[in-house]
């Protein structure tokens, strides 16, 4: 069994910072793929940040500048740094991993809330 377990969201004001984590555990013999994926109010999940297991980067526009995505293989974790947040940038943000040749699975979610 597998687990990806988040942490690190909250409420910040605008122009603040977080960190998110995720780590995952349980029966892994690989990890490919590690991310993030964040989900607003009445819209569709859509993907933030990525980086494979060789360091490959791709983030969404809207993120671009202000969010850094990086993974420690060592602790199978993930980190997404956030700088400069904005009010839209509220959503919950969840961990998503593809772990042992092609199983996908989701974090629970954390909830990220930009606002004064």
């Known amino acids: 069994q597998v687990q990806l377990v988040e942490s690190g969201g909250g409420l910040v004001q605008p122009g603040g910072s977080l960190r998110l984590s995720c780590a995952a555990s349980?029966?892994?013999?690989?990890?490919?793929?590690m991310g993030w994926y964040r989900q607003a109010p009445g819209k569709q999940r859509e993907l933030v940040a990525r980086?494979?297991?060789?360091?490959?980067?791709n983030y969404a526009d809207s993120v671009k500048g202000r969010f850094t995505i990086s993974r420690d293989n060592a602790k199978n974790t993930v980190y997404l740094q956030m700088n400069s947040l904005k009010p839209e940038d509220t959503a919950v943000y969840y961990c998503?991993?593809?772990?042992?040749?092609?199983?996908?699975?989701w974090g629970q979610g954390t909830q990220v809330t930009v606002s004064s």
């Open positions: 980086v494979t297991s060789g360091g490959t980067t």
């Open positions: 998503n991993a593809i772990i042992n040749f092609g199983y996908q699975y």
């Open positions: 349980g029966s892994i013999f690989s990890i490919n793929h």
